[in-house]
């Protein structure tokens, strides 16, 4: 457990009520929000890298998924609580991710781990994405349509994603109803 992607996820984890608290009323972007994002982002990377550089933990592979979701919904529901996302894009994306969880939980009980697919590291990075450019002051007001179009992108990979792990999830019971 104590390793040092490890000590950065839980790093990530207790620095992000810093960045919700951060995140402007004003909708007008705050550079202080926005480069404390891209620090936490930068940092999943890093944890990544050591942890395929020290070899990964038990441990590891389930905090580091559940610190994303608590950064990417917990910006995103402070960006809809600030009336900049719809809430509507926010709750497709975070049904996706409690399901692809729970499953995750449900099979690892059984010793079953569940690897992020690549579409689903390309799904968080549009969601970071569309969140850095919400927070930069730059695009913020300037380029709505920045986040906007990233925003929906992430929800179209989000739904996209969750049906590949549902795939992959229902593949062995029709399988096995095949060859029966």
Avoid: H
């Avoid at 179009?149 to 795939?167: C, D, P, R």
Wanted: proline residues 4%; charged residues 15%; positive net charge.
């Amino acid at each position: 457990m104590a390793t040092w992607a490890n000590a950065v996820t839980v790093s990530r984890i207790l620095v992000s009520p810093i960045l919700f608290t951060v995140i402007p009323d004003d909708n007008a972007g705050a550079w202080l929000a926005a480069w404390l994002w891209f620090g936490l982002c930068v940092s999943d990377v890093l944890d990544g890298y050591l942890a395929r550089r020290q070899g990964s933990t038990k441990f590891g592979a389930f905090l580091d998924p559940l610190a994303d979701k608590v950064l990417v919904l917990g910006a995103m529901f402070t960006l809809v609580s600030r009336e900049m996302f719809a809430i509507w894009p926010v709750l497709i994306i975070a049904v996706r991710e409690v399901i692809v969880s729970v499953y995750r939980v449900v099979v690892g009980a059984r010793g079953v781990t569940v690897p992020a697919s690549r579409l689903a590291k390309i799904k968080t990075l549009s969601q970071q994405v569309s969140i850095g450019f919400a927070l930069a002051p730059f695009s913020a007001v300037d380029m709505t349509y920045s986040w906007m179009i990233t925003l929906w992108l992430a929800v179209a990979l989000t739904i996209i994603s969750g049906l590949q792990y549902a795939v992959r999830a229902l593949r062995p019971a029709f399988v096995s109803r095949r060859t029966k």
